[in-house]
């Protein structure tokens, strides 16, 4: 149950008539009152005597009574209750029950003979209820409604455990703002799937991944379409910036610009820059731009390079320092946010949805410390400029490589927020996660299928020995990773590391035992990735000639360790048929 706290406004009849339109706005839907300060307020919903100049004068009149030096210029008090997706639809009497509570708990009719104000609860849409208050209590006095929105929090985690309800995480104040009522409903108006405030945080964020200076942020943001003001001190020194979309306009025709504090915390230029320079604007580092590659084979050389520094992030998530952890969280989203602007169309919406996702687990109150967080920012940066990808070829599978490797690296992300007690956080990394595990299903299918399609093609013998070893080298694991589909793709890339003059042993050994397998769903697929991306196979597990096939048989045959027991049989159609 989400409440939200609205600036205090300065026209009740206006507020009213939004509730009430029940012809602009398709849901609203049978506006009522279910609950109101004295139980007695005119309903204009459902009496149709009542009317909302009735309810207004009514709502308003410890305002007026006061002496016009003395009414507050802004004196609508306004919040939205707002059930989550999933919950059970609450009748008027639970609603109205939650209203009384929430009133009451912000301060603004706290009861038990507490001077409070005057409020009216409308519910004109299944899922939520508005909350209207004059911000005057019945004595003349104001209400102690100070950090009301944190009080409606935390009654609505009271209310979600006593009715049922799904329980959401408490926040912590490092959350993006949410959209108003009234930029949801422009949206809706505009045929936009979003707000301009998602639109605009979603488009600064990407802009933001891998740049290396204020000119370069400010041409991403330019060429996306953004309009950009800039605020500079009298010295010329650039200080902040607001950015609208073109076609979002007020009342009067004019550009609505959203400063970039107001889109997420971590948006505000003080806070970019200390992404790449600690504050001063640019990245002293010219050896970055260095490394960067375009052209042909640069998107899954970028997708190789994302590999190997999720990798390694994970291991510093895991059990580095708290602030260099936060550091390579916050880069983790800058590389999804990379990522998915650059994918092929079977993953950009999970990609990104992944990417919105974990937008807010790059934000705690654990301050982090940039600069340890290069090799992520570098990845992203590699991302971006390497240009979008093919959804097939060495494109394709680096990129299922990538989203593989990201998966574990925003896993112990998930385990990272949960020792913190980061709750909003650590929800939103497993959000993240389902998002990644569907964007890998799409893109591993072609090449996990050539690869398993190759597996079935080897030789009995080789088989046998591949299945001997794998025993050997992961006691632990062989049996699930027998019984698995994937094993046919893993005895392929085996089979291409013995060829290409690696010991498969050692390579299967080191990518186990630098992390569990715990949360995989096929062991087998991560083997294959960490072992391609170890052994520096090519990713394109595209069709082997049948020359080729043989030769990789022929170097397996040179290289294999012949430790098959005589008597013990474990053929090749054993195997396929413990997996069918």
Known sequence: MIPSVNNAGSRTFGLLKYLYDSGQYEDHTDPHLVASFDGMAPDPGRDPNATLEDLQQLLDQPVMALPKHARPAKHVWHTSVRATAGDRILSDEEWGEIARRIVAATGIDPGDGQPGCRWAAVRHADDHIHIVATLVCEDGSRPDDFRSGKRAQAECRLIEKELGLHQVAPGDGTAAQRPTSAERHKAERQGRERTA????????????????????????????????????????????????????????????????ARLAPDLSLPRIRERWSGGTGTDPSPRQEDTVRTGPGAPASARRGTASAAWQAMLIVEHGDDAVAAAHIAAAGEVLDALAKTSAAHTRRELRDAATAFERASRSHVRAVRGHDRALRQAARDLVHAGPALGRGEDGATTAMAIDMLFFLITAAAHWHARKG??????????????LRTAYQAAAAQPLGVLYQRGRRLSRPVLQRQTVLLREALPGLAEQILAEPGWYALAATIAEAEAAGHDPAALLSAAVGRRELDTAESVSDVLVWRMRRTADLPADASPLSESGTAGVQSATRRTAPQTSAPGRRRSGEETSGKTR
Request: charged share 30%.
């Open 197 to 260: 405030r998602e639109e605009l945080r979603e488009t600064v964020r990407r802009a933001v991944s891998g740049a290396r200076s204020d000119e370069e942020f400010f041409d991403r943001l330019a060429a996306a379409g953004l309009l950009i003001r800039k605020r500079a001190a009298p010295s010329g020194d650039l200080l902040g910036y607001k950015v609208a979309l073109p076609d979002d306009l007020n009342k009067d025709g004019e550009p609505v610009f959203y400063p970039g």
């Open 422 to 435: 980061h709750a909003q956080q650590a929800e939103a990394t497993a959000q993240a996660a389902g998002h």
